[in-house]
């Protein structure tokens, strides 16, 4: 078995980083070696699709943002940069790729909206196709004064696309369309999920058996969790992820069985939160917390499950660790890779 992997490496570009970096991971020892890079503005997320085809956003403050296509040569060990197209918002903070590879859409987070791309047949980004902006604003007079779109990821089953909304306590829900010819998200679709007022939601995924939803709300610091059937979302059981309630909360991860779930917290006591998942109803147990190094934004955890990786842009570096396959517990592998400020990874 081929235990080779290739990790990607985004980063915040005004520190005085080139974009995205690509290493290779050994599955079995965790070492890694960088093969690649490419210059690219401020790639703080991305996605891939069929292990070559990578876009990431350019999550400029103002305007002109970005979304960027790229292409990986496996052969040669070579990242190159085929195109970019303007978001026409700011802050595209994340992306998703639809799995028939036809479509792209960023969260625009200081535009309050979301931006669909066409994919061309040579896998280069089509000017802007469709834009939904969102109007509303939440209780927090300092963080809720607006729309404020941070994830946006399509259901399993490919008939919906969902998006996290910071500023308004709400998961927003659109059909997709799959005909070749008008607006690819249906907006006469559109439907929205209230989360507790003032929680600010975030990130969220979907459990590998696809019944479930869990989403970490930046501001609550807390995951709750939802039944999702036919596209919609109703919330059993609401945790806290951020003890210390620093109010910066940021990322989630499940393990590829579906037993282990991650969420990061920021601002104070850096580090995951640890739950385990009950195969039968959903329900997550708290059963412990990983430090990290400064600001985990983001993680990752390699596909057969064993280790994980936290990219801690505070402290100018990813920080490995192993799963424990019985507890979910991690182990610190202390070994890194220093990098200026990373804040996304995925593995191809």
């Not at 197209?85 to 802050?91: F, G, I, P, Q, V």
């Not at 969790?225 to 806290?240: K, S, V």
């Not at 596909?303 to 801690?312: S, T």
């Amino acid at each position: 078995m081929d235990t080779l992997l290739y990790l990607l490496i985004g980063t915040y570009t005004f520190g005085g980083s080139e974009g995205v970096y690509l290493y290779t991971f050994d599955g079995v020892t965790g070492e890694t070696r960088q093969v690649a890079r490419a210059v690219v503005e401020n790639p703080s997320y991305m996605d891939v699709r069929d292990g070559k085809h990578v876009y990431a956003v350019s999550e400029n403050e103002g305007v002109p943002s970005y979304a960027n296509a790229l292409f990986f040569d496996r052969e040669r060990e070579r990242l190159t940069l085929l195109n970019r197209r303007e978001t026409h918002a700011a802050s595209p903070c994340h992306i998703a790729v639809e799995a028939g590879g036809k479509h792209v859409v960023t969260a625009n987070y200081g535009g309050g909206s979301l931006s669909v791309f066409d994919v061309n047949p040579d896998a280069t980004l089509a000017p802007l196709s469709q834009q939904i902006l969102f109007t509303g604003q939440g209780t927090d007079t300092l963080r809720q004064t607006k729309p404020y779109l941070h994830c946006v990821k399509f259901s399993p089953d490919g008939k919906y696309l969902f998006a996290a909304d910071l500023g308004t306590d709400r998961i927003h829900r659109l059909e997709v369309s799959h005909a070749d010819s008008g607006p690819f998200l249906k907006e006469e679709t559109l439907k929205s999920f209230r989360v507790a007022d003032g929680s600010g939601p975030r990130h969220f995924l979907f459990h590998p058996s696809g019944r479930y939803v869990y989403l970490i709300s930046e501001l609550s610091g807390t995951v709750t969790a939802f039944h999702c059937r036919d596209g919609e979302l109703d919330a059993f059981q609401t945790l806290p992820a951020d003890t210390l309630h620093a109010g910066g909360s940021a990322d989630i991860g499940i393990t590829p069985d579906g037993k282990f779930l991650y969420a990061s917290n920021r601002l104070k006591g850096d580090g995951l939160a640890i739950f385990s998942v009950s195969q039968t109803d959903g329900r997550l147990t708290n059963i412990g917390y990983q430090p990290t190094g400064l600001h985990p934004r983001n993680f990752v955890i390699t596909p057969d499950g064993k280790f994980l990786l936290v990219a801690c842009r505070d402290s100018n570096r990813v920080d490995f660790f192993a799963i424990n396959p019985h507890s979910g517990l991690l182990k610190p592998l202390h070994r890194s890779i220093e990098i200026n400020m990373p804040v996304c990874l995925k593995f191809m």
